[in-house]
């Protein structure tokens, strides 16, 4: 199977760094991935080079297709008709925004996003007894 490249197209190293953190996440997900341990564990354990990156790029379109582990109890679509499909009956109070207002939460939300992302990054799969003892050291703890 060929996965598209635009999924790649971050650092492609970034991904084959993070594979414990993805197995972790799957399985918070309910997905069926339990058998593929030893390869995320094994290909984790490769020094960096083309061949983990491609692994990696192997293992995140086999991720890409599994499905969630029988009798999962979330249902977390990924596909926004799937997301609707969910809200049948639900619904939102409504009130009016001129189109001004609209930009401004519109940008102030895309802000929220960048900037926590941005900041988060760097502490992104870091363990609190790794990093309580770095920010007490540097004089940052309380954060």
């Given at each position: 199977m060929k996965y598209p490249d635009t999924a790649f197209s971050f650092d492609r190293s970034f991904y084959a760094n993070e594979l414990q953190n993805e197995y972790r996440q799957c399985t918070d997900e309910g997905l069926?991935?339990?058998?593929?341990?030893?390869?995320?564990?094994?290909?984790?354990?490769?020094?960096?080079s083309t061949h983990k990156t491609l692994l990696a790029k192997e293992i995140f379109g086999m991720v890409s297709e599994a499905k969630?582990?029988?009798g999962y109890h979330f249902t977390e679509?990924?596909?926004l008709q799937s997301t609707l499909h969910l809200c049948k009956g639900e619904?939102?109070?409504?009130?009016?925004?001129?189109?001004?207002?609209?930009?401004?939460?519109?940008?102030?939300?895309?802000m929220g996003r960048i900037c926590g992302c941005f900041l988060g990054k760097p502490l992104?799969?870091?363990?609190?007894e790794e990093l309580i003892p770095?920010?007490?050291d540097t004089d940052n703890f309380p954060l």
């Open positions: 069926d991935v339990a058998a593929w341990k030893p390869l995320f564990d094994a290909v984790a354990d490769l020094p960096n969630a582990v029988k679509p990924s596909d619904s939102l109070p409504a009130f009016p925004l001129n189109k001004s207002t609209l930009r401004q939460k519109i940008y102030g939300a895309w992104e799969g870091v363990r609190s770095i920010l007490q």
